[in-house]
């Protein structure tokens, strides 16, 4: 089956770091472009992240710029999102998904809950 | 405030129709492809609709996107009370250099 599966979320202090995974499989994912797309409670999607097929190039939303890093381990079928200097505003339910051809996105994970909180 | 502008909620009765409207602008939906999505409550995103108006493998015909100018919309026939999800349009922003999204609309099957 298609699968991706996030791990690594949990409740953080404000400026806090946090390492996500996104373990993947079902597919060819060394051919695939990855993003990470995050959902706070209650409100809608927010696009993250993303990095190409290889990792030699990646893009952040303005709201993470500077304080997240996205990379891949294609040996290991995995995504990575490095969180750093962690807000209460970066709360949310964050996605690994994959990248179809046109801007979109095919395949979603179930999620994994980041909280910044005191 | 999301880039492209959706409804808040929608509703129908079942076996209607219901359309979804996506508004954006020149550096988006104007000039870059639409796709949209479905999120039962509690479940991931799914995609319903790519490249405007194509549906992936496995989406039936009773959903079809469309676009014209800035502006994308979604159509739902014979709704069915499984329907009522989140739907969210999303596409690439040339000038933010970004992927943006609608804020979401709320179906609702009454």
């Known amino acids: 089956d298609v699968q991706l599966v996030e791990s690594g979320g949990g409740v953080v202090r404000p400026g806090g770091s946090l390492r996500l995974s996104c373990a993947a499989s079902g597919f060819t994912f060394d051919d695939s472009a990855m993003n990470w797309v995050r959902q706070a409670p209650g409100k809608g999607l927010e696009w993250v992240s993303a990095?190409?097929?290889?990792?030699?190039?990646?893009g952040y939303a303005d709201s993470v710029k500077g304080r997240f890093s996205i990379s891949r381990d294609n040996a290991k079928k995995s995504l990575y999102l490095q969180m750093n200097s962690l807000r209460a505003e970066d709360t949310a339910l964050y996605h690994c998904?994959?990248?179809?051809?046109?801007?979109?996105?095919?395949?979603w994970g179930q999620g994994t809950m980041v909280t910044v909180s005191s | 405030q999301s880039v492209l502008t959706q409804p808040p909620s929608v509703s129908a009765a079942p076996g209607q129709k219901v359309t979804i409207s996506c508004s954006g602008s020149s550096s988006n939906i104007g000039n870059n492809y639409v796709s949209w999505y479905q999120q039962l409550p509690g479940t991931a995103p799914k995609l319903l609709v790519y490249?405007?108006?194509k549906r992936p493998s496995g989406i039936p015909d009773r959903f079809s996107g469309s676009k014209s100018g800035t502006s994308a919309t979604l159509g739902i026939t014979g709704l069915q009370t499984g329907d009522e999800a989140d739907y969210y349009c999303g596409t690439w922003d040339s000038s933010l250099s970004a992927v943006v999204f609608g804020g979401g609309t709320e179906l609702t099957v009454l």
């Open positions: 990095i190409n097929w290889n990792g030699d190039s990646t």
């Open positions: 998904a994959r990248s179809g051809p046109l801007d979109d996105f095919d395949i």
């Open positions: 490249d405007n108006n």
